[in-house]
């Protein structure tokens, strides 16, 4: 079966350094990748996707990183800020299939 | 506001009991998704519905059931509940199958 793993579920950065996410995925065929932010008391919201055809993509502060031979994902989130705390959630999915999430990674910033 | 409306936000109820909790997907999405989140846990898939059908059913108990009204409004069915049945659960829509899930604020469900 198909699984999505972290690296870290915990990750502490101070304010204003770079953030990087790391997340696994087992399935070679996976062919589209999410990364959800969830806050406390909250539903995870949508930061950034990726296709398998792409190794790279960027957002506003964020970039996402596919390197598909290691089946590795990444989210970096640039001069991280207090209201990023929260927990990151990568997922994974292959043709119509359903999206597989990992565990997460709670990144907590420091002032 | 994402778009995804769940209701209530916050239900207590005692074990044995049965509880519906109901999601409306954000217009124009035919596919609704169910997840349970255990604290400090993952999102764990339960069930899928695309236009009024049941497309996908994931790790989801007999004592839970679900179903996707022709409004493409969908309920979740919480039988015989158990304290472990404590979470909180989530609905998720999308246009098309497994693309960009929109979620909504989730219930909080609590087994006493």
């Known amino acids: 079966g198909e699984s999505v793993g972290l690296h870290l579920p915990t990750l502490s950065v101070q304010e204003g350094d770079n953030s990087i996410i790391n997340c696994a995925y087992s399935n070679s065929a996976s062919d589209y990748f999410i990364w959800y932010k969830q806050e406390s008391g909250k539903g995870p919201q949508f930061i950034i996707d990726i296709r398998s055809n792409m190794d790279k993509r960027q957002g506003q502060r964020v970039t996402v990183l596919l390197n598909k031979t290691v089946k590795h994902l990444s989210l970096q989130i640039a001069a991280t800020q207090p209201g990023d705390s929260a927990v990151y959630f990568c997922?994974?999915?292959?043709?119509?299939?359903?999206?597989?999430f990992g565990q997460g990674t709670r990144l907590t910033i420091n002032p | 506001d994402s778009g995804v409306t769940q209701t209530p936000k916050h239900l207590i109820t005692a074990t044995g009991q049965r509880v519906t909790l109901r999601c409306s997907p954000r217009s124009g999405d035919l596919s609704v998704y169910w997840y349970q989140q255990s604290l400090d846990q993952g999102l764990q898939f339960l069930i899928q519905?695309?236009?009024?059908?049941?497309?996908a059913k994931g790790n989801i108990l007999e004592r839970f059931s679900a179903q996707q009204f022709p409004d493409l409004h969908s309920e979740l069915n919480l039988s015989s509940l158990e304290l472990g049945d404590s979470a909180l659960y989530f609905c998720?829509?999308?246009?098309?199958?497994?693309?960009?899930?929109?979620f909504g604020s989730g219930t909080r469900l609590t087994v006493v």
């Open positions: 997922a994974s999915r292959r043709g119509a299939q359903k999206l597989v």
């Open positions: 519905y695309y236009n009024g059908e049941e497309r």
């Open positions: 998720a829509s999308s246009v098309a199958d497994g693309y960009g899930y929109t």
